[in-house]
């Protein structure tokens, strides 16, 4: 099961920055937070990940709460191609890497 | 450009034939992992390699088999075993197949029966 909630749908308009949230209650410390993204009928493309500290990259931010109980990845221009379902995940650093993707969030970006 | 090749993009069994589905990788990659996706679902890991000639059984492994002969090379055999085969098929490698890796994935394999 995936140890991870997110909300099902989010608007953002387009150029405006998406902020979209997701829980964690129950990571332990060698857990990491990744987040990646599926536009329809594609691959998982990988954004980004941490574990501790906020991170950042060409493609987003991520911000992890103190108690790392949760997280808020940042588009912080959204554009139309920004729309897709974004997945929350987080994996032990010793695991196989076996990915439990949940249901997501669908983010609609609107001109 | 370096990235991971999923071929064919389209894929039509009949009943009782197997099919193999193709996944290559120039990364570098040492492990690899093949996953399927119903519609509407998340990614569920059908097996998992580590490193050439080794391979792990997933959570959905009956019906399908693998082989990891070449360290770029991942193939998965859908067999007649598996009797809903019809999925997005999705292959996926990592540096290495730990957790605080990132797993790159190809653009899928659609499988449909005739």
């Known amino acids: 099961d995936a140890k991870t909630t997110q909300p099902p749908s989010m608007d953002c308009a387009e150029g405006r920055a998406a902020n979209l949230p997701c829980n964690h209650s129950?990571?332990?410390?060698?857990?990491?937070v990744y987040w990646y993204r599926q536009i329809h009928s594609q691959g998982p493309q990988y954004i980004i990940h941490?574990?501790?500290n906020n991170e950042t990259n060409e493609m987003a931010s991520l911000i992890i709460t103190e108690d790392r109980k949760s997280s808020t990845l940042i588009l912080p221009h959204a554009t139309l191609r920004d729309t897709a379902v974004y997945y929350c995940i987080v994996l032990d650093s010793s695991n196989t890497g076996k990915l439990i993707f949940g249901q997501g969030t669908t983010l609609q970006v609107k001109p | 450009d370096g990235g991971i090749t999923q071929s064919p993009k389209y894929l039509f069994r009949k009943e009782g034939q197997n099919v193999t589905l193709s996944c290559e990788q120039n990364?570098?990659?040492?492990?690899m992992y093949w996953y399927r996706q119903d519609p509407g679902q998340g990614l569920r890991l059908i097996y998992y390699s580590q490193i050439v000639n080794d391979f792990q059984k997933g959570d959905i492994a009956e019906g399908y088999s693998v082989s990891r002969e070449k360290k770029e090379s991942f193939p998965l055999t859908v067999t007649s075993a598996q009797k809903n085969p019809t999925a997005f098929y999705l292959c996926?490698?990592?540096?290495?197949?730990?957790?605080?890796?990132?797993?790159?994935f190809g653009d899928g394999t659609r499988l449909s029966i005739l």
């Open positions: 129950t990571i332990s410390g060698n857990e990491y």
């Open positions: 941490g574990l501790k």
């Open positions: 990364l570098n990659h040492d492990a």
């Open positions: 996926a490698s990592s540096v290495q197949g730990m957790g605080n890796q990132p797993q790159h």
